[in-house]
C-alpha cells in the first residue's frame, strides 16, 4: 500500500488548521473536536509520513522545517477536497438539506430572525445552520454556503464570489447620554461630521469593539453611537440624519451558484432584505420591544 493509500483527509485537515492556530485546543475548537482527539490525528499523520512536524511547547505548536515544506501541497488537497464537496452540493437537485450561513450577529438579532424562520417553516427539510461571523473566508473554507456581508457604498466583494447587492444600510448617531461617546477603537474616525463640532470634544467612555455592544451601552446610558438605523430606531433617540454606511451582499461560492436549495434562500434572504429597505434607511422605525 502506498502513503497516498493511507494517508486520511481528516489527519491532513487537522494539520493544515494546526499550521493556522497557535495550539491544539483552537484546532480542537475550530473542528468540534476532542482535544485528545486533535492530538492522535496530528500524531499519525506525523507517523505515516515518518517525521516530526510541530514542536509542542507549552505556549503551543511551532511549525518545524518539515510542516512548512508540505503545507503546500496539503492545502493543494485541501482546495482539491473542498472543491469536491461544492461540486457534490450543486449537483443535488432537491430542496432537503442543510443551509449554512454566515451573516453579522446584529442583522440575525434585530432584522433578519423572523424571516429566518419563515424561510425554515416554509421549506422545513431545510436545516438552517446560522453561524454569526464577519469573515467572508468561512466560504472559502467551506465552513459556510452563503454570506450575507456589508461592504462599504459602491465596494463590491472580491471577484472571484458570486452575489448580489440587496440594499444599503444607513446609520446615524443615537444615544440617551449626549455627554459622551461610547468608546471603541475606531471611534474618533466614525465621529464623521461632528469632529468640527461640539460633539467631537466629548469624552469615550470604556471599549465596546462590536456594534451588538455600542448598542446595548448606549441604551444603558453610557454615552452615543453611531448605530445601524434598523438597530437602533425605536429603541433610541436619533441625533442626526442618517448617512449611507455599508452595501449589504449575499454571496455564494461560485461553485454553488446553482445549488437549488442555496438559490430558494439566496432568493428569499435578498427579497426580504429588500423589503426591510426602509426601517435599513432609517424611515420607519424599528418595532420597539423595550418596556
Given at each position: 500500500?502506498?502513503l497516498?493509500?493511507?494517508?486520511?483527509?481528516?489527519?491532513?485537515?487537522?494539520?493544515?488548521?494546526?499550521?493556522?492556530?497557535?495550539?491544539?485546543?483552537?484546532?480542537?475548537?475550530?473542528?468540534?473536536?476532542?482535544?485528545?482527539?486533535?492530538?492522535?490525528?496530528?500524531?499519525?499523520?506525523?507517523?505515516?509520513?515518518?517525521?516530526?512536524?510541530?514542536?509542542?511547547?507549552?505556549?503551543?505548536?511551532?511549525?518545524?522545517?518539515?510542516?512548512?515544506?508540505?503545507?503546500?501541497?496539503?492545502?493543494?488537497?485541501?482546495?482539491?477536497?473542498?472543491?469536491?464537496?461544492?461540486?457534490?452540493?450543486?449537483?443535488?437537485?432537491?430542496?432537503?438539506?442543510?443551509?449554512?450561513?454566515?451573516?453579522?450577529?446584529?442583522?440575525?438579532?434585530?432584522?433578519?430572525?423572523?424571516?429566518?424562520?419563515?424561510?425554515?417553516?416554509?421549506?422545513?427539510?431545510?436545516?438552517?445552520?446560522?453561524?454569526?461571523?464577519?469573515?467572508?473566508?468561512?466560504?472559502?473554507?467551506?465552513?459556510?454556503?452563503?454570506?450575507?456581508?456589508?461592504?462599504?457604498?459602491?465596494?463590491?466583494?472580491?471577484?472571484?464570489?458570486?452575489g448580489?447587492?440587496?440594499?444599503?444600510?444607513?446609520?446615524?448617531?443615537?444615544?440617551?447620554?449626549?455627554?459622551?461617546?461610547?468608546?471603541?477603537?475606531?471611534?474618533?474616525?466614525n465621529?464623521?461630521?461632528?469632529?468640527?463640532?461640539?460633539?467631537?470634544?466629548?469624552p469615550?467612555?470604556?471599549?465596546?469593539?462590536?456594534?451588538?455592544?455600542?448598542?446595548?451601552?448606549?441604551?444603558?446610558?453610557?454615552?452615543?453611537?453611531?448605530?445601524?438605523?434598523?438597530?437602533?430606531?425605536?429603541?433610541?433617540?436619533?441625533?442626526?440624519?442618517?448617512?449611507?454606511?455599508?452595501?449589504i451582499?449575499?454571496?455564494?461560492?461560485?461553485?454553488?451558484?446553482?445549488?437549488?436549495r442555496?438559490?430558494?434562500?439566496?432568493?428569499?434572504?435578498?427579497?426580504?432584505?429588500?423589503?426591510?429597505?426602509d426601517?435599513?434607511?432609517?424611515?420607519?422605525?424599528?418595532?420597539?420591544?423595550?418596556?
Amino acid at each position: 500500500m502506498s502513503l497516498l493509500d493511507k494517508l486520511n483527509w481528516n489527519d491532513v485537515r487537522v494539520f493544515l488548521i494546526a499550521m493556522r492556530a497557535t495550539s491544539l485546543r483552537d484546532v480542537a475548537e475550530q473542528l468540534n473536536i476532542s482535544h485528545a482527539t486533535a492530538g492522535r490525528r496530528l500524531t499519525a499523520l506525523e507517523a505515516q509520513l515518518g517525521l516530526t512536524l510541530f514542536d509542542r511547547r507549552a505556549n503551543g505548536l511551532h511549525p518545524r522545517a518539515e510542516a512548512l515544506k508540505i503545507a503546500q501541497a496539503a492545502q493543494d488537497v485541501e482546495r482539491a477536497m473542498l472543491a469536491l464537496g461544492r461540486a457534490a452540493q450543486a449537483a443535488d437537485p432537491e430542496l432537503r438539506g442543510t443551509v449554512r450561513v454566515t451573516m453579522p450577529l446584529a442583522f440575525a438579532n434585530h432584522l433578519l430572525m423572523p424571516d429566518l424562520a419563515r424561510f425554515s417553516r416554509r421549506w422545513p427539510e431545510l436545516d438552517l445552520h446560522l453561524l454569526p461571523s464577519s469573515a467572508l473566508s468561512a466560504l472559502e473554507r467551506a465552513e459556510a454556503d452563503v454570506a450575507v456581508r456589508l461592504k462599504p457604498v459602491g465596494v463590491q466583494p472580491a471577484e472571484h464570489l458570486v452575489g448580489r447587492k440587496a440594499a444599503t444600510a444607513y446609520r446615524a448617531i443615537y444615544g440617551l447620554n449626549q455627554e459622551a461617546w461610547v468608546g471603541w477603537a475606531q471611534a474618533p474616525r466614525n465621529v464623521g461630521e461632528t469632529e468640527e463640532g461640539p460633539r467631537a470634544k466629548l469624552p469615550r467612555v470604556g471599549n465596546f469593539p462590536d456594534v451588538t455592544l455600542q448598542f446595548a451601552a448606549c441604551k444603558a446610558g453610557l454615552g452615543m453611537a453611531w448605530l445601524p438605523c434598523f438597530m437602533a430606531d425605536g429603541h433610541l433617540p436619533r441625533l442626526c440624519e442618517p448617512v449611507p454606511a455599508m452595501d449589504i451582499w449575499v454571496v455564494v461560492h461560485p461553485d454553488l451558484r446553482r445549488s437549488v436549495r442555496l438559490r430558494a434562500f439566496r432568493d428569499a434572504i435578498v427579497a426580504s432584505l429588500k423589503d426591510h429597505n426602509d426601517r435599513l434607511k432609517g424611515v420607519s422605525p424599528s418595532p420597539s420591544t423595550d418596556s
